[in-house]
Nanobody, 126 residues
C-alpha cells in the first residue's frame, strides 16, 4: 500500500526558505517518478518539480528553476523540496505525488500520478 505524508509547510516572509518533506511507504524507487505539486485557492494544481528516481532525472517548473530543489533519499524513503528565495506567488498547498513512470522525457502532469499525500500549506508574505 502506497502512503505519502507531507510536512514542513509554514508561513514565511518573501526571501525566506522552507524545506518540505514527504515520507513514503510502498514506493518502488527504482522505477517510479515522484513529484511536488501546488495549488493556490481558485487555481488548478500545477507541477513544481519531479524526479525519476531510477535515473535521477529532474524537472522543474520555469517559475521555480534556480530556487527550488527536489531531493530524493531512497534509503530513508524520503522526498524533499528545498525552497529558497520564496515569493508570494509560491503560496499554496503543496502535495507530494508518486507513481510508476509513464514518461521520463518531460515533467509528468497531475494525471500521471495516482498516489497523493494530503498536502502541507505554504504561505509567503511580502
Amino acid at each position: 500500500q502506497v502512503q505519502l505524508t507531507e510536512s514542513g509547510g509554514g508561513s514565511v516572509q518573501a526571501g525566506g526558505s522552507l524545506r518540505l518533506s514527504c515520507t513514503t511507504e510502498g514506493v518502488f524507487y527504482s522505477s517510479w517518478c515522484m513529484g511536488w505539486f501546488r495549488q493556490a485557492p481558485g487555481k488548478e494544481r500545477e507541477g513544481v518539480a519531479s524526479i525519476y528516481v531510477g535515473g535521477r532525472t529532474t524537472y522543474y517548473a520555469d517559475s521555480v528553476k534556480g530556487r527550488f530543489t527536489i531531493i530524493q533519499d531512497s534509503p530513508n524513503k524520503m522526498l524533499y523540496l528545498q525552497m529558497n528565495n520564496l515569493v508570494p506567488g509560491d503560496t499554496g498547498r503543496y502535495f507530494c505525488a508518486a507513481d510508476f513512470c509513464r514518461t521520463t522525457a518531460s515533467m509528468p502532469g497531475a494525471s500521471d500520478y495516482n498516489y497523493w499525500g494530503q498536502g502541507t500549506q505554504v504561505t509567503v508574505s511580502s
